[in-house]
């Protein structure tokens, strides 16, 4: 058994990596999920909300999305790109472009700013699709504690400046 579920999830693995944007790769196996993160990845890749609109697909209604990323302001230079690359060397030199860092309104424009059609097994015979919105639904910074070297984070509602997680929710439009 552990074979051919190995074999099953290989297949799906490329089947996603092969079209990672395609809606019917979880509409046609019903893999809908009751949560889908998206950590750290968004300021990496070259289409984020492609990527964001890939994850909320694979959401079930009242499902959440995390996504945390770093903001574009001048403490995130600051401390993402000169102090961990440069000064500590934490990170290799050119891991981050601060001009593919994303603000808080930014993800939530990009999550947030579009309906979408729901295949959560509602609409059958009736032909009637139910509709959706994400909700951003939470909001805080990840704040790194001095002294720097401990590594040691917690959140703060009340500094995004630098590294920082949303969550949103899919909800039904009423």
């Known amino acids: 058994h552990h ?13 996603l990596s092969e079209n990672p944007s395609s809606e019917t790769n979880n509409r046609d196996n019903h893999e809908l999920f009751d949560v889908v993160t998206a950590l750290e990845i968004i300021e990496h890749v070259p289409d984020p909300t492609s990527l964001l609109r890939s994850a909320v697909s694979l959401l079930r209604p009242d499902g959440i999305l995390f996504v945390s990323t770093i903001n574009r302001t001048w403490k995130s230079y600051g401390m993402a790109i000169v102090a961990a690359e440069y000064i500590s060397g934490k990170v290799p030199v050119g891991t981050h472009d601060w001009n593919r ?13 579009v309906e979408h ?3 959560s097994g509602s609409g059958g015979a009736t032909g009637h699709e139910e509709k959706y919105v994400m909700k951003q639904v939470g909001l805080s910074g990840m704040v790194i504690q001095p002294p720097f070297v401990n590594l040691k984070w917690s959140l703060d509602p009340l500094d995004t400046d630098v590294n920082w997680i949303g969550a949103y929710q899919k909800q039904r439009v009423r």
Not at 3 to 15: A, C, D, M, N
Not at 103 to 109: F, L, M, N
């Open 3 to 15: 074979w051919h579920y190995s074999q099953r999830r290989r297949r799906r693995r490329r089947r």
């Open 117 to 119: 059609g729901g295949d």
């Open 101 to 113: 860092f994303w603000s808080p309104d930014e993800v939530e424009r990009m999550v947030c700013d």
